[in-house]
């Protein structure tokens, strides 16, 4: 309660620097042509969320190459805790909005630029920024490179918000928070829940493994050895014969 009564406060406060970067930021919103506007709407609204989902797969196809079938299923599992650590964040978001009721920005501050209408739901913390930052901060335990691309696309997506006037930056900063809070936290928990199941998949064969895992995982599963096909195969057949 005492974090809400202050919260309210730093909201009346007229030197609030959370009120006054809103308007900076989404005063950039009201100075730039319509199309910019559109654009930063879908980039904010679907377009991150989207790319995020493609680095997720770009991700998940590098760790099922991984050749031996445990080092693959540690991999990912790893992978696959990144939706389902956005998921479980959004989740925890859900008593927080509730307890917290703290009103869009629009709703108490006029002059702002709303890009995006029929937002009337609570405002902290955002679920944008919690499903960005959980994915990216899961991928970053998964690939160090692809998750540095995740936290930058996430970071974009917390400026969009406030850009399109329906978060505070604390909103934004708040969904940062718990999103890389339950992705990091409950990480050890996943793998130990996650690659178990992984490597049972590999290892069960059929068209599901052969979806999920490359086909060098699952050959080692199954306990068969690919041999690679040996240069200049031909020539060596050729001299067989003349020796023969």
Do not use: Q
Request: charged share 15%; net charge negative.
């Amino acid at each position: 309660m005492a974090g809400l009564v202050a919260l309210e406060a730093l909201e009346t406060s007229g030197s609030n620097p959370d009120v006054t970067l809103l308007y900076d930021i989404n005063g950039l919103a009201k100075d730039a042509p319509s199309w910019f506007d559109r654009t930063m709407e879908f980039v904010g609204e679907y377009g991150i969320l989207i790319g995020l989902v493609l680095v997720v797969v770009w991700c998940w196809w590098g760790a099922r190459k991984r050749g031996a079938l445990d080092d693959a299923a540690t991999s990912v599992a790893a992978v696959v805790w990144a939706p389902l650590a956005a998921g479980v964040a959004v989740l925890v978001n859900v008593p927080i909005r509730s307890f917290v009721e703290r009103p869009r920005p629009f709703k108490d501050h006029d002059g702002l630029t709303v890009l995006v209408d029929g937002k009337n739901d609570f405002s902290f913390v955002s679920d944008h920024a919690t499903l960005a930052m959980a994915i990216a901060a899961a991928l970053f335990v998964a690939n160090r490179k692809l998750g540095f691309v995740a936290i930058g696309l996430a970071a974009l997506e917390g400026f969009c918000r406030v850009f399109m006037g329906v978060h505070y930056p604390t909103d934004v900063i708040g969904g940062f928070a718990l999103g890389t809070a339950v992705a990091l936290l409950l990480s050890p928990l996943a793998s130990a829940l996650l690659t178990p199941v992984a490597r049972a998949v590999g290892r069960a064969g059929g068209v599901v493994s052969r979806l999920v895992w490359a086909p060098m995982a699952v050959a080692s599963a199954s306990g068969a050895v690919e041999l690679p096909e040996a240069r200049g195969s031909s020539g060596s057949s050729e001299e067989r014969d003349l020796a023969a």
